[in-house]
Structures are given as C-alpha cells and as structure tokens.
C-alpha cells in the first residue's frame, strides 16, 4: 500500500482538530496532516500534549466501512507504525509497547496515541489518528517518565531525524500494516504489537474514566482487550484506559 499525501503546517490549534473540521467538511482522505507548532495539542482524556518544535505531531484522516469495534483496531496499528519509525533510528531493544498504544524508548513514554471518530456524512467512520513523539525533546513534569529518540540514538546517527523526515517514514510504515490490516485481517497485526509489548501480564492497576481497578493481567483478547483477573475471581476485559503494571497508584 502507498503512504497517503502529507500536509505540512508551519502552526495549527490541533492536528486532530484539522482532522475533524476536514471530516466534518466532506473530506475521506487519507491525507496525513502535520505541523511544527501545535497551540492546543491534546492527549487521551482531554489532556493537554507539549508542543515543542523539533517534535513530531501529525493525524492522519481516513475513512473506513468497518464497524466502530474493528475500526478501533486502528489504536494497534499506529502504536506498530510508531515503533517502527523509533526502530530506524534508536538504539536496538530500546522500542518497546505498552498496553494499549504508549510506546516507550528505555521504558519511558516516547509517544502518544489519540485515535478520534465519526459518522461521515458519506457513510461509514472518520478517524482522525493523532500521534505526537518525542524527538528532540521530553516533556518535564509528567505523571510518569518521558524520553525522547535524541537521548537513545544508535551509536552511528548523531541527530534525531526532522518532523519532515520522520512523518515520511511514519506514512509509509502506516501503510505497510494498514495493508497487511485489510488483506490478511487483525491477527497478524495483533501478532507484531505482542511481541513488542515488554509486560502483558502481572499485577495491574487500570483507570478507567471515574473508576480504578486492580487484578492480574494474564494477556490480551482477540481484539486486543486487556483481560484483568479481578481479586474476586471475576474476568473484566479492558478495552480502553490508563494502565499500570506492577504497581498499585
């Protein structure tokens, strides 16, 4: 599959935001769109997401037939996209994923997923796929550790690459899954996000909107649902939230 066309902004509210008002206007993409300068980037649960330039932010807009709970599958293909990008440029191992789409450079949070839809008005779903990464620089002061690819390049590159650059690399890598998503179904994509996650199992505290829950973690589902054995016995399947394993917060 070719990478979808990118559309470069000096400065923007949101990405995301771009993405919608697009959608909302009658636009199917797939189209990425990407700024140096976002001055209202947003996280999961309405978060505000640093903006720093020499950081890559960038939503691509597309439209899909499947149904809401498939489309949703598209959360595990950008997480994979995202490491892959890392991959070209990190230091080997580092690139790791945590449940469901945080993925981490030495164990620290280096990206951030949000994933957006909506009706459109030409049948099916909108999704706007947000992603931010670190490349130049971590935020300070977050709940938990930040890094960013500058601080855990390979040996032989001495700077991390361009916005520019790293959005190219981005669309191709989406597109690679997104094609292996349509042809051969959710599996294999589910498969490569597996094998990148460091801990799928284990004590786990999960947050979920106005409620927090504790258990064990023994795996994923099917369609990548957390399954967390609660200390009653009962199974509670986790389809979205904040997770922390190992720990109780």
Known sequence: MLPA??????????TNAEARRRAEAGETGPVWLTAR??????GRRGRA?????GNLFATLLTTTRKPPAEAAQATFIAALAVADLLDAFAAPGAVTIKWPNDVMLGGAKAAGILVESGAHDGGGLWLAVGIGVNLAHAPEGTERPAAALASHLRPDIAYPPSPDVAVDVLAQAWADWAGRWEEIGFQPVLDAWVRRNA????????RLGHETVEGVAEGVEGDGSLRL?????????ISAGDVFFGEAV
């Open 49 to 53: 997401w640093e903006s720093d330039t």
């Open 37 to 42: 300068r976002q001055s209202a980037g947003r």
């Open 5 to 14: 066309p990118v559309i470069r902004f000096d400065q923007i509210d949101s």
């Open 199 to 206: 801990t799928l199992s284990g004590p786990c505290v999960a």
């Open 229 to 237: 054995r609660l200390a009653d016995g009962t199974l509670r399947l």
